[in-house]
């Protein structure tokens, strides 16, 4: 099998700008520069253009809930896709998405893998989705315990990061467009913009919100992102705005091609994946995820991020407005500091995350599964 081409098939909710769906596009840019073969199944999003530029063709399905003779006829579709493009391995990484795609593989006898990109799955779905993967890969050792709760095994493969999309860069026009000052300090919030992640970002505007008051005039904050709390935090940005008298607060929604928003920052604040793809920017990053606060990322603590997965899986601190604004205003301080701490991060994610280096673990994971089902 080592010898033979692998054709896999990548099952997505949507083409939606987010985390999971910028790994997957990095595993299948990673492994078509290998000579292997990639399909996507998803329903459309922002970032259809760029599998497509890949060179990763794209199967449309809309995975909405439906009647159980309209969910056979989804199956039936999505098994003429694995028959036609001789799909040999069919890597999963959300519900409903994932839960139709291993069933097709499952009755069609073709391996299937899940890779568990948090602990915020619903249990059934994600003991289903396990049980019908012949190999579970998980992305931080938080999440492989909570595998192991569910009685399923599982690899750790750190989600990898394309060095060749993530770098630093200083041609951003994004500041003149939004009519920031070069003299402004400018903080982005990356973030799907839902559970514990919409409640820190509400909280990181009122910790906005004290630092003017108390004379941070030169402090700008880009939010990108989308979700069910859009809406509220647009509204808080508004009132925030119309209390203090100025415009600081740039809600953008989500957003593909985010390599230009962390380059316009000089800090960014987010967790999980945006953390790793924004010190490959070279960018100084201030940890908060759902899990709540964990700080700084520094050398001295990579070890204790990483397991903490920055914030999702474990954390220092409670959300607070009073922390968040101290350590901002902290970091603001010392931009010195903060250069150094962009220039450290590059180089660990250079080391310990480049997707070329970890996408072999990720090959590995397929082989094993496809040998249990030969």
């Keep these: 099998m080592k010898s033979s081409r692998l054709s896999v098939l990548m099952a997505l909710d949507s083409m939606d700008a987010g985390g999971t769906e910028t790994h997957v596009l990095s595993l299948a840019k990673a492994l078509i520069r290998m000579n292997q073969r990639v399909t996507l199944i998803s329903a459309d999003g922002l970032m259809r253009p760029q599998f497509e530029e890949a060179g990763c063709p794209v199967f449309l399905f809309d995975f909405e809930p439906l009647g159980m003779s309209e969910q056979a006829q989804r199956i039936a579709g999505l098994q003429e896709v694995l028959r036609v493009r001789e799909v040999n391995c069919v890597h999963v990484h959300q519900t409903p998405s994932g839960l139709l795609a291993a069933q097709a593989a499952s009755e069609l006898g073709i391996a299937t893998v899940f890779t568990a990109h948090g602990t915020y799955y619903p249990q059934s779905s994600a003991k289903l989705l396990m049980k019908l993967s012949q190999a579970v890969i998980s992305v931080s050792a938080p999440v492989q315990s909570y595998a192991q709760r569910l009685g399923f095994p599982s690899t750790v493969v750190p989600n990898g990061i394309d060095l060749s999309e993530f770098y630093p860069a200083q041609n951003s026009n994004l500041r003149s467009e939004l009519g920031i000052s070069e003299e402004v300090v400018v903080l982005v919030y990356a973030s799907r913009l839902a559970w514990g992640k919409g409640t820190a970002c509400e909280t990181l505007l009122r910790a ?39 415009k600081f607060i740039h809600v953008l929604g989500k957003q593909a091609h985010m390599g230009r928003y962390y380059n316009a920052a000089d800090i960014v604040v987010g967790t999980g994946r945006v953390a790793l793809e924004a010190m490959a920017c070279g960018k100084p990053v201030l940890a908060i995820g759902n899990h709540g606060y964990f700080g700084w990322v520094e050398p001295a603590c990579y070890e204790q991020a990483w397991a903490h997965y920055f914030g999702d899986h474990g954390s220092n601190a409670a959300y607070s407005r009073y922390l968040f604004a101290s350590e901002i205003g902290r970091g603001c301080r010392d931009l010195a500091w903060l250069r150094s701490l962009g220039s450290e991060g590059r180089r660990w994610v250079e080391q310990e995350f480049h997707i070329d280096s970890n996408i072999q673990q990720v090959i590995d994971a397929y082989l094993a599964a496809i040998s249990k089902t030969q």
């Design 208 to 246: 906005m919100k004290d630092l003017h008051r108390y004379g941070w005039h030169q402090l700008e904050l880009v939010v990108v992102g989308d979700g069910p709390k859009l809406t509220a935090i647009k509204a808080l940005a508004s009132f925030i705005e119309e209390e203090s008298g100025r």
